[in-house]
């Protein structure tokens, strides 16, 4: 079997929670991955990136599964985004606009000083919080859970990840400078303020977070009200394909997230829509009623035959009801529409996997490096390696694989062991056995301090 290059292990991959006892109810950040929903977010973000001179490559998007309104960055250039955010924006001009706030952020430094704060932090609860963040990100896996905070995600990101007023001024004025010369108006961002606005009179803790970390002002409102009316893009709507892509990604997230009764509400029946469909094909794969969703997904396949998100989400529904077989067709078709996309062919492994057969391992390996040149933290792509490996008795490569999944999932003494088992077996070298002497060492170095 041909030998695989491993890639450079990104520093994400070595930051580990650290998890304080808490006798309150602890509250973690969710993360959820969709190849989709993670596309249409960087539409929205590429052109403001650009216009504010940072590399949209440098930024990692996140999506919170979190229903309330709230964004934010942290070090290292990272956005998150909640999923309520994009659920309850009645325009893509206004999650646009949030972005361009937060690429304000970024581009004035303020992530910078913030991240010095973490260095100087004196709670442990909030250097645990952002850790912790970290560490669920290197898993890979949507559902993953993070930090355990003393008194809540939202005391954290109000004692931290607040910005000071002469911040937010300066991220609205770089803002509304990004959305013009991407040719928008700031509307969007605008009457999101607004909705923020009437939520000042309610209680603390009935207010969204974005409100609390983010301070509003008269003269902020002023400063935005008076940019849309010299806008020369005032009342401009947003073009056909964004509200398109805004109105996919809103079904998508209803679908998975809301309760069933609330989706068949939101898209009933007599809705003939792409998005009705998409959203109720979504809510009938959730109840396991495969016999309404196929229809749904087949008849949205059929009219639009190039959709990758489509064959995706058709495969999904097959190989999660334990019909793997039936569902590779439909990975691989979602793959070859849209090869860049390493979660597609995360997806597909996986089904391949599956399978268990040598010629469907081998393919496996070919998408799972694919994914891990782009996402090498990702720690499910590793352990399907591992699996890939060892049924073929590689079992130096099966052992460096185990070594890079235990790694990125903040497991140092697991990595070493797997690591110097490794070393022991790769031919002396090789590519990946340098590599598993780098990760011999960088294990001994973290095990080392973890014991100071």
């Known amino acids: 079997m041909t030998k695989r290059t491993f890639f450079p292990f990104t520093a994400l991959a070595v930051i580990f929670a650290l998890l304080v006892p808490t006798p309150l109810a602890a509250q973690g950040l969710r993360l959820v991955r969709d190849a989709e929903i993670e596309t249409t977010?960087?539409?929205?973000?590429?052109?403001?990136?650009?216009?504010?001179?940072?590399?949209?490559?440098?930024?990692?998007?996140?999506?919170?599964?979190?229903?309330?309104?709230?964004?934010?960055?942290?070090?290292?250039?990272?956005?998150?985004?909640?999923?309520?955010?994009?659920?309850?924006?009645?325009?893509?001009?206004?999650?646009?606009?949030?972005?361009?706030?937060?690429?304000?952020?970024?581009?004035?430094?303020?992530?910078?000083?913030?991240?010095?704060?973490i260095e100087n932090a004196q709670s442990t609860i909030i250097a645990s919080y952002l850790l912790g963040i970290g560490a669920a990100l290197a898993t890979g896996r949507g559902e993953a859970a993070t930090a355990i905070i003393s008194g809540g995600q939202d005391i954290a990101l109000k004692g931290f990840l607040g910005y000071s007023r002469s911040q937010e001024s300066a991220a609205d004025q770089a803002g509304v400078r990004l959305l013009e010369?991407?040719?928008?108006?700031?509307?969007?961002?605008?009457?999101?303020?607004?909705?923020?606005?009437?939520?000042?009179?309610?209680?603390?803790?009935?207010?969204?977070?974005?409100?609390?970390?983010?301070?509003?002002?008269?003269?902020?409102?002023?400063?935005?009200?008076?940019?849309?009316?010299?806008?020369?893009?005032?009342?401009?709507?947003?073009?056909e394909e964004l509200t398109r892509l805004h109105n996919r990604v809103r079904a998508k997230l209803i679908g998975f997230l809301w309760p069933i009764s609330r989706v068949f509400q939101a898209y009933p029946e007599d809705d003939n829509s792409l998005e009705s469909r998409y959203a109720r094909s979504i809510a009938h794969y959730r109840e396991a009623e495969l016999d309404a969703a196929l229809p749904l997904i087949n008849g949205l396949i059929e009219e639009y035959p190039n959709d990758p998100y489509f064959y995706e989400l058709k495969g999904q529904m097959l190989y999660e009801n334990a019909r793997g077989l039936e569902a590779l067709p439909a990975f691989e078709k979602a793959a070859q529409l849209r090869p860049n996309s390493p979660q597609l062919h995360f997806a597909l492994a996986q089904a391949q996997i599956e399978a268990n057969t040598a010629e469907l391992d081998q393919k496996a390996l070919d998408n799972l490096d694919f994914t891990l040149q782009h996402e090498p933290s990702n720690s499910a792509a590793w352990r399907l390696s591992a699996i890939a490996y060892g049924r073929s008795g590689d079992t130096g490569m099966t052992a460096l694989a185990l070594a890079e999944a235990a790694l990125a999932r903040g497991r140092s003494r697991e990595s070493l062991q797997h690591a110097r088992r490794a070393v022991k077996i790769l031919p002396e070298g090789t590519p990946s056995s340098l590599r598993a002497q780098d990760l011999e060492g960088l294990a001994e170095r973290l095990v080392e301090k973890q014991k100071r």
Do not use: C, W
Not at 182 to 198: A, H, I, Q, W, Y
Not at 228 to 233: A, E, L, R, T
């Open 41 to 117: 977010i960087r539409i929205y973000a590429t052109p403001l990136f650009q216009a504010a001179g940072i590399s949209p490559q440098s930024v990692r998007i996140f999506l919170v599964n979190d229903d309330s309104l709230n964004a934010f960055v942290t070090t290292g250039n990272r956005m998150f985004i909640n999923t309520g955010l994009l659920v309850k924006a009645e325009s893509p001009l206004a999650v646009i606009g949030v972005i361009a706030h937060e690429t304000g952020h970024m581009a004035g430094g303020h992530v910078a000083i913030r991240g010095k704060s």
């Open 181 to 239: 010369a991407t040719k928008l108006s700031p509307e969007g961002l605008l009457e999101f303020m607004g909705v923020l606005r009437g939520q000042e009179v309610l209680l603390a803790t009935s207010q969204d977070p974005y409100l609390r970390t983010h301070p509003l002002t008269q003269e902020r409102i002023s400063f935005l009200e008076n940019a849309v009316s010299q806008s020369p893009f005032k009342g401009t709507p947003p073009s």
